[in-house]
């Protein structure tokens, strides 16, 4: 096949460490700089409502430092639009968002939001800010983000990740990754992957046909925990190329 998979850190939860303890440390800008260091090809973030890791200056101190793209994942609002549009990332996708949820839990309803998500678009329209949503493997989603002029998809993984975890059914939701990307590309979407990746899981997502770029936040923060931020993210890269192969 030998593709080139594009790899997406997440860096959410160096945010998260230092908020734990109000410090300055482990400073956001010294992992955005290794992460790029590292041969990620974009670095993301989510900017949630309740500020509980990344937040605005963060944000700004990110796009100051890194010459590789930021995406930025938020709640499809318009105060989360606007933010979006005073920072100017090179894209953004939109996540579905609940305070009580310890992370994004399921993919974004495009069926449902349709409405809401066509204004937003409205507003982005003359702005350079590319735009994907975040959904699950599902057709009916498909057929709405193309209706939207979405061009972007990316899959959530967290059913197949805890299905691999528990070693339970996950080919089932491999399947209907794999069958979505297929039907992805025939109505002309790009496809991107992410959440609850990790080394052991991430081959089989990584060599799907379609899959142009991955989104991996928790396990890569985990991992550096033990072997350093820029070797946890030069293995996930190979594992991920490997997998393209
Ligand atoms: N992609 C999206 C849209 C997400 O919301 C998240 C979690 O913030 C991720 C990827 C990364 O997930 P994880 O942290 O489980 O790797």
């Keep these: 096949m030998n593709k080139h998979v594009r790899l997406g850190v997440n860096i959410d939860h160096v945010a998260t460490l230092r908020n734990a303890r109000g410090e300055k440390y482990p400073e956001i800008i010294k992992a955005a700089k290794i992460v790029e260091n590292s041969g990620a090809d974009l670095i993301t973030v989510h900017v949630r409502e309740d500020r509980r890791h990344i937040n605005e200056n963060d944000l700004g101190d990110i796009l100051k430092v890194i010459q590789i793209p930021l995406n930025l994942e938020i709640a499809a609002n318009s105060e989360m639009v606007s933010i979006a549009m005073n920072y100017k990332p090179n894209s953004i996708c939109f996540v579905p968002e609940k305070r009580q949820e310890i ?4 993919g974004l309803d495009v069926v449902r939001n349709y409405d809401k998500l066509k204004s937003l678009l409205e507003t982005l329209k003359d702005t350079d800010i590319k735009v994907a949503v ?12 193309q209706k939207l002029g979405i061009n972007t ?12 975890a528990n070693q339970k059914n996950f080919e089932q939701e491999l399947i209907k990754i794999k069958e979505s990307t297929f ?7 790009n496809c991107h992957a992410g959440h609850g990746l990790t080394y052991e899981n991430v081959s089989l997502i990584a060599s799907i046909e379609g899959i142009k770029e991955l989104n991996i936040g928790h396990f890569i923060i985990a991992d550096a925990v033990y072997i350093g931020l820029e070797n946890s993210i030069i293995k996930m890269r190979n594992i991920i190329s490997e997998a393209a192969k």
Aim: proline share 3%; glycine share 8%.
């Design 134 to 145: 975040f959904i699950d493997p599902v057709k009916n989603q498909l057929i709405a983000t």
């Design 103 to 106: 992370t994004t839990e399921g």
């Design 183 to 189: 039907f992805a590309k025939s109505l002309g979407l």
């Design 153 to 164: 998809v990316e899959f959530h993984t967290g059913s197949y990740a805890n299905a691999f």
